[in-house]
């Protein structure tokens, strides 16, 4: 069955700490790609992939660092975490432009 | 860039009733649209995929219609009930390469008994 894991579901860290949220797939998906969602905003794209060792910058990438080691993985990084990116980010995976993305089950982050 | 624009951001409804929510978007080059339904504390599930060349989608208990003069997509819940609410999403894609998708501010639907 196709799924997206994501790692932590929950996280809570400090202002300026570093934080790295990871994201699984099993589907041989090329495409990946990382959201936040906050009230307001619907989801927003931070940094998406094509495949492994490719990453891209979304809409919003400030702040964010993203890695694709693998097909099967993408991590989204905070090397300096703020109150602002508090949030939930959700990971998704997909393949070509007319397939929806899969969803992951979110990971509520909280910077103090 | 693309832009979409979804209405209303909440919408409450008696059992029974229709619910409609509405997605205007920009890019007349964009060709998948994507209806998504989050339920409390859950992830997004794929409710609908249209293409730009069917204007009319059905699925269970709801329609979905596409006016590509007028850049506008909508849900509509025929016959709501409680377990309709949720929050829904329209997405659109856009890029160069089509993948990526843009999102609408989500509608957050309650349907009460």
């Known amino acids: 069955e196709a799924a997206v894991t994501q790692s932590p579901r929950n996280k809570v860290a400090v202002t300026g700490g570093k934080v790295t949220l990871s994201c699984n797939q099993t589907n041989n998906h090329n495409n990946m790609y990382w959201y936040r969602q906050d009230t307001g905003h619907g989801l927003r794209l931070i940094h998406y992939?094509?495949?492994?060792?490719?990453?891209e910058k979304g809409d919003i990438p400030d702040g964010y660092k993203a890695s694709r080691p693998s097909q099967e993985n993408f991590s989204l990084i905070l090397e300096l975490a703020t109150p602002s990116q508090t949030s939930v980010y959700f990971c998704?995976?997909?393949?070509?432009?007319?397939?929806?993305?899969?969803f992951g089950e979110g990971t509520r982050l909280s910077v103090l | 860039g693309e832009q979409v624009e979804q209405r209303p951001p909440h919408l409450s409804v008696r059992e029974g009733d229709s619910a409609v929510i509405t997605c205007t978007y920009t890019d007349p080059n964009s060709y998948y649209f994507f209806w998504y339904k989050q339920e409390p504390g859950a992830s997004l599930q794929l409710l609908m995929k249209v293409f730009s060349s069917t204007e009319i989608n059905e699925g269970q208990g709801f329609t979905v219609l596409l006016n590509k003069k007028d850049k506008r997509l909508s849900l509509n819940l025929t016959a709501a009930h409680p377990g309709d609410s949720a929050a829904y999403f329209c997405?659109?894609?856009?890029?160069?390469?089509?993948?990526?998708?843009?999102f609408g501010i989500g509608t957050l639907l309650s349907v009460k008994p």
């Open positions: 998704a995976s997909g393949t070509d432009n007319n397939q929806a993305p899969l």
């Open positions: 997405a659109v894609n856009y890029g160069s390469s089509g993948n990526k998708l843009i």
């Open positions: 992939s094509y495949g492994a060792g490719s990453t």
